[in-house]
């Protein structure tokens, strides 16, 4: 069972337009919830993160909406550029004195047409 | 931003040989990561080390895989001996502290055992 989830697979949109990826989680425990965004052949860098005391974290163009009651958050892009295509993942953690090991979904593709 | 460097970008071994990954963190950051991402098919936590320790792992962390990071040089990942499902792309990450979250991920190696 996939404890994290995204959608869709694979997202176009025109360049201006706003981008809205979804991810879901089964773990209740989960308190912290990063968004990487990943470019061919580069590991994924930290794009924005949220964590549960909050519903919503603004940066830029980048937003994420955070709904604790239903385990859904999403991350809009505003204004897309071409140069914003990439695959985006959304993770999540538990703060603990391990270390905080990540969870992530399969990922996004966007794809940002000029 | 801070760089995680890893050496191979790629290796190809046999079935049944030693393979080393090796990863270079960002300088002062003490928790370690690895991570294994197979084809199509979303980021998976391996293990995490600290302070010379392992300090939590996933099922996927085999008893053919060791990690260690002698004398503070590279942190690496050891699989002995290497099985074809090894096949797949192994990222490190590193972050300052627990309490810090934000893990930085090096550009992956992509191992292909024949």
């Known amino acids: 069972q996939q404890q994290v989830r995204q959608s869709p697979q694979s997202l176009t949109v025109w360049e201006g337009e706003t981008a809205i990826l979804n991810c879901s989680y089964e773990d209740s425990t989960f308190n912290y919830f990063p968004w990487y965004q990943q470019f061919p052949g580069e590991g994924p860098a930290l794009l924005i993160s949220i964590r549960s005391v909050s519903d919503k974290k603004e940066d830029g163009r980048f937003t994420i909406f955070f709904n604790k009651r239903e385990k859904k958050l999403s991350l809009h892009i505003t204004d897309s550029q071409p140069g914003d295509s990439a695959t985006y993942f959304c993770a999540a953690s538990v703060r603990n004195n391990a270390g905080a090991k990540l969870t992530f979904g399969g990922g996004t593709r966007l794809t940002v047409r000029p | 931003g801070p760089k995680v460097l890893q050496i191979p970008s790629h290796q190809i071994i046999d079935m049944g040989q030693m393979v080393t990954l090796n990863c270079d963190p960002v300088s002062n950051h003490l928790y370690f990561y690895w991570y294994k991402q197979i084809l199509g098919q979303q980021m998976e936590f391996l293990v995490n080390?600290?302070?010379?320790?392992?300090?939590?792992k996933s099922k996927l962390f085999k008893d053919q895989f060791s990690v260690e990071r002698p004398d503070g040089s590279y942190f690496t990942l050891k699989i002995q001996p290497t099985a074809l499902e090894d096949s797949a792309v192994y990222f490190c990450?590193?972050?300052?502290?627990?309490?810090?979250?934000?893990?930085?991920f090096g550009p992956g190696t992509r191992l292909l055992v024949l």
């Open positions: 990450a590193s972050s300052l502290d627990w309490g810090e979250d934000t893990q930085y």
């Open positions: 080390f600290y302070n010379g320790k392992v300090m939590e």
